[in-house]
C-alpha cells in the first residue's frame, strides 16, 4: 500500500464493539508496532492493556 492509499483510505472510529479482543490480536499489533522506526532509535513508547477492573477504574476515571 502506497502512503497515499493509507491516507485516503484512513478512518476514525467512533463506535466500539463490547466484546474484548482477543489477546494474541492485540500481541500481533503489538509486536508490529515495536519494529516502527522511531526518532533517534529512542523507542520511548509504553504499552498498556488493561481488562476488568483495571478497565472498569479507567473508563469510571474518564
Known amino acids: 500500500m502506497r502512503v497515499e492509499q493509507a491516507l485516503r483510505n484512513r478512518k476514525s472510529c467512533r463506535a466500539f464493539l463490547d466484546r474484548p479482543v482477543d489477546a494474541?490480536?492485540?500481541r500481533s499489533?503489538?509486536?508490529g508496532a515495536a519494529r516502527a522506526p522511531s526518532n533517534g532509535n529512542l523507542q520511548p513508547w509504553q504499552i498498556y492493556v488493561l481488562t476488568g477492573n483495571a478497565l472498569a477504574s479507567l473508563k469510571q476515571a474518564t
Do not use: Q, V
Request: proline residues 0%; aromatic residues 0%; without cysteine.
Open 29 to 31: 499489533i503489538i509486536a
Open 24 to 26: 494474541e490480536i492485540i
